[in-house]
């Protein structure tokens, strides 16, 4: 633990030092518990120091920064890491005339600006917040920005983003453009018109009117959401260079709405430089996919679907452990080794020259646990990012595969792939596309690609042979049967843990529901409660309640009702 002390005035930054051994957990709380950084800019922060080394916080009056510092140390000390932390004067430029060494920090709404004594005396206010002038539209704020520069002069640049990476480029955003002098927030009426800096620029009867900053919460799948700016205009400067930012959502029918961003400066290599500088700080932010990395994610998609998604959802699943996965142990071995062990040998197979991406196929009757057992799988995958596609959503195929590269290690999962991958003599013409466009992804994957496909299926005699077929697209087929005796005793036990069973109900329970699937029997525990509350309160749980949930759920329903409840092998064999 390191600081470095200064006995000068003026105002200072306190630098964090990157540091492989204290947890990026605490760096992150201490940013927020001492600095009062939100969850948001914190991690902009801590992106920072992991980038470039090294980054500051401030800058604070010298009084401020020494108590901060005095603060953060006794947290580092405390708890026992070396995190190396320095205080190290700035010198602040006047943000009303440009003159240097600013030496008084003023409140103005949000954020502290420096003013030299010059411009403070002028104020006539020492010590007060400076008068803010008013708006009325984003033309007004704009003319006064580049007073003094032509329209013909200026000159903007676009880049627009997937509208599913929002959270990554808000604190990008956020970081890059802190130090702006104002931002405002933009009426937009014409919500089928994207803004623009152009469209900002018009007067009179077609002018944007300044409106209040809207925010919306973006669920991550973390304790808080992320506030993303729904439109947004700062005012920025950098030396003698002032330019403008303009956020906003990027609109086109039946299509995600993207991220748009442009940046309006004054002609010339300065103002070429920084937006270079700016985008290339956005893009780095959305290759890092900090947001959304090691998390488990599906894309929505539209309500009246037409193959685009609108954004992401965070699946909150818990883990699975290998115990609560009840399968033949000849089955577990080969998800293991062809899974998890896969997995941590990549980097050796790479060195030898061996292809790491792989095609698994999960197959099996309906309720087995195919499912569960892709939950276990993105339990156990360490860093992996998994992406779970229904056959519904195969149209949005191209935006899951963009993410999967983005985001890898990651494992994608299509469940039923059987439904696009039939028999081509039975496909129309929707169906084809969609497999060709399957096949044309798991082709067109490099060799040394950390993707893993999983697929799964009901119905494997059904599927194409273009896919079953072809080494290469699948490397293993790994069945998961309907449960054994041995299985179908840890099931019952598993979902009937809250009830009074004995081994004997457990063993009969267990032999007289042969031949039915894992879903059978988590709904015949179900039926045993409900009977044992019906006769004795739940204290007991005897044969003939197993009596009249077997035959309720395999034969006085008739043969749809267990083929429903994944009994209908059960009953074939009765």
Not at 262 to 287: H, K, N, Y
Not at 355 to 374: A, F, M, N, Q, W
Request: with cysteine; net charge negative; hydrophobic share 40%.
């Amino acid at each position: 633990m390191m600081s470095d002390m200064h006995s000068e005035s003026g105002p200072a930054q306190l630098v964090f030092h990157d540091d492989e051994d204290t947890p990026e957990e605490f760096v992150i709380e201490l940013l927020r518990r001492v600095f009062g950084k939100s969850e948001r800019e914190a991690l902009a922060l801590m992106t920072r120091i992991e980038q470039e080394e090294k980054a500051g916080c401030g800058p604070y009056p010298r009084s401020v920064a020494d108590a901060l510092l005095k603060s953060a140390l006794q947290h580092i000390q405390f708890a026992g890491h070396g995190l190396r932390i320095t205080l190290e004067p700035v010198k602040t430029t006047c943000e009303l005339c440009g003159k240097p060494e600013a030496q008084t920090d003023v409140r103005l709404g949000s954020r502290t600006i420096w003013l030299c004594n010059e411009c403070m005396r002028a104020a006539g206010n020492p010590g007060n917040e400076p008068e803010e002038e008013e708006f009325e539209y984003a033309c007004e704020v704009l003319d006064r920005q580049f007073a003094g520069v032509p329209r013909s002069k200026l000159v903007t640049t676009v880049r627009q983003f997937p509208g599913h990476m929002r959270a990554d480029i808000q604190a990008a955003v956020d970081r890059l453009f802190a130090s702006a002098i104002r931002l405002f927030g933009i009426n937009d009426e014409q919500r089928y018109e994207t803004l623009s800096i152009a469209r900002l620029l018009r007067d009179g009867r077609h002018a944007q009117a300044i409106a209040p900053l809207q925010y919306f919460d973006l669920d991550i799948g973390e304790k808080n959401p992320v506030k993303c700016l729904d439109n947004g205009l700062w005012l920025c400067t950098q030396g003698d260079l002032r330019y403008a930012v303009l956020l906003c959502a990027h609109r086109e029918y039946s299509r995600e709405s993207g991220i748009r961003i442009e940046i309006a400066v004054p002609s010339g290599a300065a103002g070429a430089a920084l937006v270079q500088r700016c985008f290339g700080e956005l893009e780095q932010a959305v290759q890092a996919a900090r947001t959304y990395r090691g998390k488990i994610l599906s894309l929505d998609a539209d309500s009246d679907y037409r193959g685009r998604s609108r954004g992401i959802t965070v699946h909150r699943l818990p883990p699975v452990a290998r115990d609560e996965v009840i399968l033949p142990e000849q089955t577990l071995r080969l998800l293991d080794r062809n899974v998890l062990r896969f997995v941590g040998t990549r980097d050796q197979l790479r060195r030898l020259g061996q292809s790491t991406r792989k095609g698994i196929l999960l197959y099996g009757p309906p309720g087995t646990g195919k499912t569960h057992t892709i939950r276990y799988l993105a339990t156990h995958l360490p860093g992996h990012t998994t992406l779970i596609i229904t056959a519904e959503q195969m149209g949005l195929l191209g935006a899951y595969m963009s993410l999967a590269r983005l985001l890898q290690p990651s494992m994608v999962v299509i469940e039923d792939v059987d439904l696009i991958a039939r028999d081509r003599d039975e496909m129309g013409p929707c169906e084809e596309s969609l497999l060709n466009k399957l096949l044309n992804e798991m082709d067109g994957l490099k060799e040394d690609a950390d993707i893993l496909f999983v697929l799964t299926t009901n119905r494997p005699e059904d599927l194409e042979g273009a896919l079953a077929g072809r080494p290469g697209r699948i490397d293993q087929a790994i069945e998961v049967p309907l449960p054994d005796e041995i299985g179908r005793s840890k099931l019952v036990r598993l979902y009937g843990k809250g009830l009074p069973l004995d081994d004997a109900i457990v063993t009969e329970a267990a032999r007289r529901s042969e031949g039915t699937s894992c879903a059978f029997i988590k709904e015949l525990m179900r039926r045993l409660a409900q009977a044992s509350l019906a006769r004795d309160g739940g204290n007991s749980v005897i044969s003939a309640d197993i009596n009249e949930a077997l035959d309720e759920m395999l034969f006085s329903g008739g043969r749809l009702n267990a083929q429903l409840l994944g009994g209908a092998q059960a009953m074939a064999a009765g």
